[in-house]
């Protein structure tokens, strides 16, 4: 009852079991923290005044606050008063809640220390570091510093990821004025050749200057709001003492349609920094916007070269392979096999703690246009929908999923099964491989002892060979007619035999359809290389054994001895690497639900009888088309999901994202409210950089934002929702994104 009274108003909030629990577990996990770190945390204590009321502690965790300085910190503190229910009129007989004292936490990613600030109410206001070992240390104006970038990166890059999920989580704007940006500008210069202590995506194995969170987070900035003049200001600096910068120089000018300066800014870093990967990609991206893929093929393979530990250095040939059609299928699936693959780490985040109460206010202005968050049987769907294991990718292994899928969209599964066997070494040709070898050093050793009872020996099905004793007239049980049976061939006439080279008869009832499906590699060696070869080549080098019928062998026996086959050869196969088989098991997954659902909506429309699905499976089939590439009819099943009466965001957002891609000004607005809504209601108020933001800068270089404007007005929104969409516009005016004058 105490902490209903104390929560505030429309602040989410997780109150504590102990007093200051929060703050203890933070500091015991700042040692596990290895990049940005987690979102910044804000505890504080409520009591009423009054003896024998027990202090309440409480706690949420927000990003972009201002952190430049104690002062704005603690004024956000400080709001937090104002957020309290005042019940504290002569009528009520409930005692007033009160803040007395706050402290916020805001994790240094640059030089691994937790800056905190205390503030007491009335009282004052004191600063310090955190370091590793929980000891404190005076707060220096260069930890300010990176404190104040540290939060940025993490408001901007932790702003739209789905993946990243926490309770009680508030997401407020980090930027929200043009001085403010050129002061984040300012900074992140100062501290550009420290990025790389940031970390870096997870595709990237080594951070560098050029590939960090830093830059990462400045691009998608800019980039997403289409300004990018101002990161090629900040990086025409840097370039001037960092020549390998010119690579992001060369992608903001690309930007901005500065083709010709970008193309001279390439071609002068070329020659400074000729092995920089990154400089390399920027030319291949370049080369296949103007479908010049010839080109492109060539740079990807000197990156490739420049760099062979980092995947996306593969991914970006596989890349270029594909764009080649047809003609370089089989290269590009030796590609994707030689990419190296990285353990995924998911970003930081704070250790879960038991809490007394957890309020997540409700704002019911905004939530009138959302259905009831409760589980209903829309939430429900079928267990092999659910258990498909491709959703669960990340990182590098569902970058290399998309790139499996890509390839399956453009050649056809039939088709990737016959390159996949042309290239890697299938299970049954290992097993044939085995079974020659050992009958190599069988006959070898027969040859040296001359004994009676090896001249017969079988060669069971997993490649095993064992000699067949002379007096025994019947097969054995265990041995199949899949099984590998040499046969005499000769005898003089007193029944002696001389031994001879064990002839091999493969049974016709081998199992021939194997290699057309997916079948594995039993790898005794790994061998990694991207490098092409011919289809004739393996062809010729790839020799199977031939398969005797049963007709045939008596012709053989009254023949000269038979001669041993040509030995079997994997010169110029690969093995398929455990991960990428793993991927075609998913592949294959994937494809015979979405081959069953879309054989069930065929067949349905033939009789003309409604296809019914929950809410959850339209969603999980949507995914699932995307995965596949299925465009459109992913987008029909997100648009099935909103006729389900379903608490989720998903459909909202995909189809959003689609009709802004159209340019579909009516239907982009109206998902566009609902997604703001349920954005809103999980405690996102910040307006960009946000999914929504993009899809009305795309429709704002198409339509303008005068238009957008006036269908929104048209729309008869109610004041709140209109108040929320209304700021998206207000920050392309602030800001003079594309689109804003017209």
């Not at 990243?164 to 050129?182: N, Q, S, V, W």
């Not at 997403?224 to 025409?236: I, P, T």
């Not at 040859?447 to 060979?465: F, L, Q």
């Amino acid at each position: 009852m105490a902490e209903a009274q104390a929560a505030f108003k429309e602040i989410p909030e997780i109150f504590e079991t102990e007093l200051v629990e929060s703050l203890t577990a933070r500091t015991e996990s700042l040692s596990t923290f290895r990049e940005l770190g987690p979102p910044d945390l804000c505890h504080v204590v409520k009591n009423t005044g009054r003896s024998g009321q027990r202090d309440l502690g409480s706690y949420h965790f927000v990003s972009g606050v201002d952190a430049s300085s104690s002062a704005s910190l603690a004024a956000y503190i400080n709001s937090l008063t104002y957020a309290l229910e005042d019940s504290s009129a002569w009528f009520s007989k409930s005692p007033a809640w009160k803040v007395r004292n706050g402290t916020f936490c805001c994790f240094n990613a640059f030089s691994r220390v937790d800056i905190r600030v205390d503030v007491k109410i009335p009282g004052g206001v004191s600063a310090y570091v955190i370091d590793l070992r929980g000891e404190r240390h005076e707060a220096t104006p260069e930890i300010w510093q990176e404190t104040y970038v540290s939060a940025i990166l993490r408001a901007i890059l932790y702003s739209d990821d789905p993946t990243y999920l926490l309770e009680a989580y508030r997401k407020l704007d980090p930027i929200t004025t043009p001085e403010g940006e050129i002061r984040f500008l300012q900074a992140a210069e100062a501290l550009f050749m420290k990025g790389w202590q940031v970390g870096s995506d997870p595709e990237i194995q080594v951070a560098t200057i050029v590939s960090n969170h830093l830059t990462a987070a400045i691009l998608k900035y800019f980039g997403d709001s289409g300004r990018y003049q101002q990161a090629a200001n900040l990086f025409e600096k840097l370039a001037a003492r960092e020549p390998e910068v010119a690579s992001l120089l060369a992608k903001s000018y690309i930007g901005m349609n500065e083709e010709v300066k970008a193309v001279q800014i390439m071609a002068n870093a070329m020659r400074q920094t000729p092995q920089s990967y990154t400089l390399l990609h920027v030319q291949c991206d370049f080369l296949r916007s103007k479908s010049k893929y010839e080109y492109a093929l060539k740079l990807a393979r000197q990156a490739v070269n420049c760099a062979p530990s980092e995947f996306v250095t593969w991914e970006k040939l596989t890349e270029l392979y594909m764009d080649l059609k047809q003609y370089e299928s089989r290269q590009a699936l030796l590609t994707l096999n030689s990419c190296p693959m990285f353990t995924f780490n998911g970003r930081d985040a704070h250790r879960s703690l038991t809490a007394a109460k957890v309020s997540l206010p409700f704002s019911r202005s905004i939530g009138d246009i959302l259905p009831d968050r409760q589980k209903t049987e829309d939430d429900e769907a079928d267990p092999a929908l659910q258990r498909l294991p491709a959703p669960g990718l990340r990182g590098t292994w569902s970058r290399a999923y998309s790139l499996l899928t890509r390839l399956v969209s453009q050649i056809g599964w039939d088709e990737l099964l016959k390159t996949r066997s042309s290239v890697f070494v299938m299970e049954e040709e290992y097993r044939m491989q085995k079974a020659q070898n050992e009958i190599q050093q069988f006959v070898a050793q027969t040859n040296g002892t001359r004994e009676p009872d090896a001249r017969r020996v079988i060669v069971h099905e997993d490649g095993t060979v064992v000699p067949s004793h002379r007096t025994s007239t019947s097969i054995p049980d265990d041995a199949s007619t899949r099984g590998i049976i040499s046969k005499d061939s000769s005898a003089d006439v007193n029944g002696s035999q001389e031994p001879s080279i064990p002839m091999i008869r493969v049974s016709t009832e081998s199992d021939r359809e194997r290699e057309e499906n997916i079948s594995r590699a039993v790898p005794p060696k790994i061998h990694i290389n991207g490098e092409a070869e011919t289809e004739n080549d393996i062809a010729d080098t790839i020799e199977k054994p031939a398969q005797a019928a049963a007709g045939e062998e008596k012709e053989e026996e009254s023949e000269l001895p038979a001669v041993a086959p040509e030995p079997f050869s994997f010169g110029n196969k690969r093995l398929c690497e455990r991960w990428l088989d793993n991927l075609f098991m998913m592949v294959l997954q994937d494809l015979r639900v979405w081959t069953i659902f879309r054989a069930e909506v065929a067949h349905f429309k033939t009789q003309h009888v409604a296809y019914r699905k929950t809410g959850f499976e339209w969603e999980i089939l949507g995914d699932l088309g995307l995965r596949l590439h299925h465009k459109e009819e992913a987008k029909e099943a997100y648009q099935r999901c909103l006729d389900s009466p379903r608490y989720s965001v998903k459909p909202w957002l995909k189809l959003m994202e689609m009709y802004a891609e159209e340019g579909d000004i009516q239907r982009s607005i109206q998902t566009a409210i609902r997604v703001a809504a349920y954005q809103y209601a999980d405690y996102t108020e910040m307006t960009f950089p946000t999914q929504i933001a993009r899809a009305f800068l795309k429709l704002g270089q198409i339509h303008g934002h005068a238009k957008i404007s006036f269908t929104l007005l048209r729309m008869g929104l109610p004041e709140p929702i209109l108040k929320i969409m209304d700021s998206y516009m207000q920050y392309g005016q602030v800001f003079k994104i594309e689109g804003y004058d017209f």
